[in-house]
């Protein structure tokens, strides 16, 4: 049921209760308010939402003609009713031409309801079509100011490919003004290599009225082809007839080059893939292969479509296939770098090779997400085995110079006595003097002795551990050094950690201390006043740094890549066997540390050692990793 309010301009009685009546007798809600003169009306139509107006024409105080006119000055979007005697017709027509929406004849009060429902549904419709009016407008400027303000070019064109519209970003992209392009054909502008394209592309979402994304070269005002991709969709008129072309247009210049590198970068990857002898294969973050060039046949025995969508772990031999899943999981939460790693894989014939893949990490475009492993492999079988040959021969040669320099400590110690005896006895001052050469000379021997007996212990021996106080063992080797002439004339330096303890092999941590600390005494600048060797041990992170700092004369730049090498001296005045900082190396990986140097001539060196703490631990669980 509809509701509707009448405002009634009516001053006889008997024609308002007829006209109510007439009203009330249909099915519909009224609401009546009645008004008799131009003050009564202005005062209801402020006060009052009214949804028609029905006026008598003949009024005492006022004309329904003044009636009309007051009623327009409120500019309402409702309808207005005319009520006139009979034959009254030409005043009816006047009111109409004033104005007013229809006339009523009072002897046919009854067609006032239809006249009022007609009037509320064209009212209706004018209001619902001046809102769709405004929502056109709205929406039309909204599209402009985003056109106008857009940084993609947003374009109209005509079936033909015709310029209609082109939003200011068209000087961005092309360098034409709007007015430049339009009325003209988007062909006159395309690659020569395009126009065909582009032609079906747009013939196509005509006849499949779909949306359609195409790329093809634009000629610039400079006359430079650059690449654009335009989304492009048909706009359909009331009769569903396609009229026009709207697209969105933007350079893709960088993207499509890009795209374009990176096609012919992965076609090179490819032809060196396939070619190459090595097995080049890309596998994902679980181990399944998705990529596997053509020299897994010459390797392996597999052709690529063999191992494709298999997982790697299901070749390798069991006794690597832990460490091996180890090794990459440690590489991907690094993120970066790369990582090699030696394996058995079982051949397609079901024997083993030796393996030895260099693993690089692939990434996601867009998120930067690690999304795989590409490796390089190649077989080192035979490597391995000159390696285990190698290995014999080293632990022989070891053998060798450890037997060696056992039997010759004996003679070496009888020459040793002898040269005492002769040293007590010979009055001869020359005679002593060759006694004190050959003295010199056995005693250098002797120390060339006990440094490679020291080396063959250090790479032979088995590790002994102990519980050892870091702090007392820097103490009593510094103490070991008291008697020597250098000892009294450096300073001291101390910063050390005192509850450090460690669990290594005692032999091991004082060959280091002694060698690196008799270097700093041996090598101090004796042209400087302030001579000091600064000690620093600290704990973190399960390791301690020991940190031994002189301002000695320094190694000069071009020595220090062999400063740790056999039988190397830094110093031409050294006395020593050479072998010292070469010990300290040896000593240092086998405690399972490592040792750096920085050095400045003229103005000193600092050996950085880096040690765990419990040796034993480490090398129980690195024990369980290889098992």
């Given amino acids: 049921m509809i509701s509707v309010k009448f405002l009634i301009i009516e001053d006889n009685d008997a024609d308002y209760e007829l006209l109510v009546r007439s009203i009330q007798k249909h099915d519909i809600k009224t609401d009546f308010v009645r008004v008799q003169d131009a003050q009564e009306m202005r005062k209801a139509l402020i006060e009052h939402k009214f949804d028609v107006v029905v006026s008598d024409y003949m009024l005492p105080r006022f004309t329904g003609l003044e009636a009309l006119r007051l009623f327009k000055t409120f500019r309402l979007n409702i309808p207005f009713i005319t009520l006139t005697g009979t034959g009254a017709e030409e005043i009816a027509v006047a009111m109409m031409r004033e104005g007013a929406d229809d006339y009523v004849i009072k002897t046919h009060?009854?067609?006032?309801?239809?006249?009022?429902?007609?009037?509320?549904?064209?009212?209706?419709?004018?209001?619902?079509?001046?809102?769709?009016?405004?929502?056109?407008?709205?929406?039309?400027?909204?599209?402009?100011?985003?056109?106008?303000?857009?940084?993609?070019?947003?374009?109209?064109?005509?079936?033909?490919?015709?310029?209609?519209?082109?939003?200011?970003?068209?000087?961005?992209?092309?360098?034409?003004?709007?007015?430049?392009?339009?009325?003209?054909?988007l062909r006159d502008f395309l690659h020569v290599d395009d126009i065909v394209k582009v032609r079906t592309q747009v013939n196509s979402i005509i006849l499949e009225n779909n949306t359609s994304i195409f790329e093809y070269r634009f000629k610039r005002k400079d006359g430079e082809f650059i690449w654009i991709e335009t989304s492009g969709k048909i706009i359909y008129d009331e009769y569903n007839n396609p009229v026009e072309i709207v697209s969105v247009t933007r350079d893709a210049t960088d993207r499509i080059l890009k795209d374009q590198r990176l096609k012919e970068s992965e076609e090179q990857y490819r032809l060196i893939a396939e070619n190459a002898t090595d097995m080049i294969t890309r596998h994902d973050l679980l181990g399944f292969y998705n990529y596997v060039s053509t020299s897994s046949y010459t390797l392996l025995g597999y052709a690529p479509a063999d191992l494709l969508g298999k997982n790697a772990y299901d070749f390798l031999h069991p006794e690597d296939k832990e460490k091996v899943k180890t090794g990459l999981n440690e590489f991907l939460k690094m993120g970066l770098?790369?990582?090699?790693?030696?394996?058995?894989?079982?051949?397609?014939?079901?024997?083993?090779?030796?393996?030895?893949?260099?693993?690089?990490?692939?990434?996601?475009?867009?998120?930067?997400?690690?999304?795989?492993?590409?490796?390089?492999?190649?077989?080192?079988?035979e490597r391995k085995l000159f390696e285990s040959k190698l290995e014999e021969k080293i632990k022989e040669l070891d053998t060798f110079i450890y037997r060696s320099s056992h039997d010759l400590k004996g003679p070496l110690a009888s020459l040793q006595g002898l040269i005492n005896v002769a040293k007590s006895e010979v009055q001869d001052i020359k005679a002593n003097e060759y006694i004190s050469l050959i003295e010199r000379s056995v005693n250098h021997l002797d120390n060339i002795l006990m440094d490679l007996l020291n080396i063959t212990r250090i790479t032979q021996g088995a590790i002994k551990y102990s519980k050892l106080n870091l702090a007392n063992l820097i103490k009593d080797t510094i103490s070991s050094f008291e008697n020597l002439t250098e000892y009294k004339k450096i300073e001291w330096l101390l910063d050390i950690d005192e509850s450090i303890l460690l669990i290594t092999d005692k032999s091991l941590i004082n060959n280091v201390l002694h060698n690196v600390i008799i270097n700093a005494i041996k090598y101090h600048d004796r042209n400087k006043s302030n001579s000091f060797v600064k000690i620093v041990a600290h704990a973190y992170n399960h390791n301690v740094e020991l940190i031994v700092e002189d301002n000695g004369e320094g190694i000069p730049e071009e020595l220090q890549k062999n400063i740790f090498d056999m039988f190397f001296r830094g110093n031409t005045k050294s006395s020593g066997t050479g072998l010292g900082l070469y010990i300290v190396k040896n000593a240092v990986e086998k405690l399972g540390g490592q040792i750096e140097l920085i050095s400045k001539e003229n103005k000193g060196s600092k050996f950085t050692i880096t040690l765990p703490m419990n040796l034993e631990l480490v090398q129980s669980n690195e024990l369980k990793l290889l098992n």
């Fill in 337 to 381: 770098g790369i990582h090699t790693t030696s394996y058995r894989y079982k051949k397609k014939d079901g024997k083993y090779v030796w393996i030895e893949s260099t693993n690089k990490l692939t990434f996601k475009e867009n998120t930067g997400e690690i999304e795989g492993v590409i490796s390089i492999s190649r077989d080192i079988t």
């Fill in 109 to 185: 009060v009854e067609r006032l309801y239809h006249s009022v429902i007609n009037l509320l549904q064209k009212y209706e419709t004018i209001r619902q079509k001046v809102k769709l009016d405004k929502a056109i407008k709205e929406s039309e400027k909204a599209y402009r100011l985003l056109a106008e303000h857009s940084s993609d070019l947003i374009s109209r064109h005509s079936l033909t490919g015709e310029f209609i519209y082109a939003s200011p970003a068209i000087y961005v992209i092309t360098g034409y003004r709007p007015d430049e392009v339009k009325g003209k054909l």
